[in-house]
């Protein structure tokens, strides 16, 4: 779930997915399509680069039980 979450965050944050500009649903469907496709290129382009992911947040609660 955590994968999926992640994904769905880095496609609202990077092309604004839940507003497309469009009516109807072929011409939404597509802008879709080419906002997944733009996200598979950036993690692609990230991944031969070697960019490093990012760090999975810990809660403050979390992070008092490893201070412990």
């Known amino acids: 779930r ?3 979450e992640g994904t769905i965050s880095q496609a609202v ?8 500009p ?3 649903q072929d011409k939404t469907h597509l802008a879709n399509v080419l906002s997944a496709t733009a996200l598979n290129i ?8 070697g960019t ?3 760090t999975t947040r ?3 609660l979390a992070l ?3 201070a412990a």
């Open 13 to 20: 944050r990077r092309t604004r997915l839940r507003r497309t």
């Open 64 to 66: 008092l039980t490893l």
């Open 2 to 4: 955590a994968g999926v």
């Open 52 to 54: 490093p992911l990012g």
């Open 58 to 60: 810990a809660s403050h």
């Open 42 to 49: 950036i993690r692609a382009d990230a991944w031969l680069n």
């Open 22 to 24: 469009y009516r109807g």
